[in-house]
Structures are given as C-alpha cells and as structure tokens.
Antibody, heavy 126, light 110 residues
Framework: QVQLVESGGGVVQPGRSLRLSCAASGFTFSGYTMHWVRQAPGKGLEWVAVISYDGINSYFADSVKGRFTISRDNSKNTLYLQINSLRAEDTAVYYC???????????????????WGQGTLVTVSS | QSVLTQPPSVSAAPGQKVTISCSGSSSNIENNYVSWFQHLPGTAPKLLIYDNNKRPSGIPDRFSASKSGTSATLGITGLQTGDEADYYCGTWDYSLTAVVFGGGTKLTVL
C-alpha cells in the first residue's frame, strides 16, 4: 500500500537550514505529483509547495518563496524540502502528500491529496 | 487571513446534519476543482471529497459536497461523535499559482 514517511525535522536555530525528506513506497513514485503541506501549532493547514512528477515544474506559497526548495529523486523514491533562513513562523508539522491520480491523467493543479505522511515536526527556536 | 473563507466552527447533535461553507473567488473555487479534508489532531489529514463532489474509496456517503460559482459546501449527515474534527476546503488558485486552503472549521458533535 502507499506509504509516505517524512524525516529530518527537529529543533533548529533561526537562520539555519534544514532538509526534510519524504520516503515513498508502495507505488510508482515517478508517476505522481507531490506536495508539502504544513500546520503550525494551533493553526490550520498551509500548503507549502508542489513538484511535478518529473521534477521539472514546481510552485511555492508566497510565504516560503525564495527560502524553500522542493526537489525529488525518482531513483530513490524520495521527495525533499530544503528550508533555508529558518524563521520562528516556520515552526510546524510538515506533511508530504501524494495526489490520488497519476500525472498522465491529472494536472499539477489537482488538489486531491489522497495520501499523506504522518508528518515531521520542525521547531525553530534559539 | 486565508484565501478561502470557512466558518470557524459548527456544531450539531448526533444523527443530525451539518453543512460547512467555503467561499472563494473566480481565481480559485469558480474555475478549479475543490477538495475537502478531515483532520484530527495528531493524525494525517484525510481526503473526503475531490473534484468538487467525488468521494474516494472508503469514504461513506454521509459525506457529500457541492460547488456553485465561487462557493463550495460540505455536508455531513448522520453525525457521529467520531466526526468531530477540523475540516478544510482546498483548491488551486490561478492568480497565486498556488494551492489555497480555507482556515478550517471545527466540527463539534454535541
């Protein structure tokens, strides 16, 4: 079955960098658009970024543009989120999510996030 | 301030029906598919509805949704205590070139 496992979270000082990973299994990773979504403590869901199945196209939330980079290694079935210049407001649980349908049948704009990881907590604190 | 507007909370008694609204604009809801998610604290969000009104396999037909113009609505019938959760609408926004979520609605089953 589809499994997404995030890792890489932890306590980080403001201004530092962090790379989150999302290991995928149970499906053909290279055939699906992937997203990162986060939830800050006491707040709602906030979409962070999306990357196309082939890694060519990506989009970001305005709040993270220029600081976050999304990438994927289809040979390793892994999605990444590089977070630079961390701020206190980046403190959140970060989830990776897979859309329900393959890239050949649905656009990168689809929001049918059918599969989610359990999340990894990033705490930005000095 | 979320791009999509949802009521902060709704409540109803067990067995009753509740609706949750999601208001947007022509750059998001009106011209894109809407999804709905259920989120219980400490767990991964769950997709309830996609493409405005389709249910993924395993989602009971107590959950339904519709869209009209710049607004979408999630309906839940036969409320159960296990339905207590936060509910979010989401869609693509062409102006922002981004996914946007509503602020979330906390459902209380009294």
């Amino acid at each position: 079955q589809v499994q997404l496992v995030e890792s890489g979270g932890g306590v980080v000082q403001p201004g530092r960098s962090l790379r989150l990973s999302c290991a995928a299994s149970g499906f053909t990773f290279s055939g699906y658009t992937m997203h990162w979504v986060r939830q800050a403590p006491g707040k709602g869901l906030e979409w962070v970024a999306v990357i196309s199945y082939d890694g060519i196209n990506s989009y970001f939330a305005d709040s993270v543009k220029g600081r976050f980079t999304i990438s994927r290694d289809n040979s390793k079935n892994t999605l990444y989120l590089q977070i630079n210049s961390l701020r206190a407001e980046d403190t959140a649980v970060y989830y990776c999510a897979r859309v329900g349908r393959g890239a050949l049948v649905t656009a990168i704009t689809s929001v049918d996030f059918q599969h989610w990881g359990q999340g990894t907590l990033v705490t930005v604190s000095s | 301030q979320s791009v999509l507007t949802q009521p902060p909370s709704v409540s109803a008694a067990p067995g009753q029906k509740v609706t949750i609204s999601c208001s947007g604009s022509s750059s998001n809801i009106e011209n894109n598919y809407v999804s709905w998610f259920q989120h219980l604290p400490g767990t991964a969000p769950k997709l309830l509805i996609y493409d405005n009104n389709k249910r993924p396999s395993g989602i009971p037909d107590r959950f339904s949704a519709s869209k009209s113009g710049t607004s979408a609505t999630l309906g839940i019938t036969g409320l159960q205590t296990g339905d207590e959760a936060d509910y979010y609408c989401g869609t693509w926004d062409y102006s922002l070139t981004a996914v946007v979520f509503g602020g979330g609605t906390k459902l209380t089953v009294l």
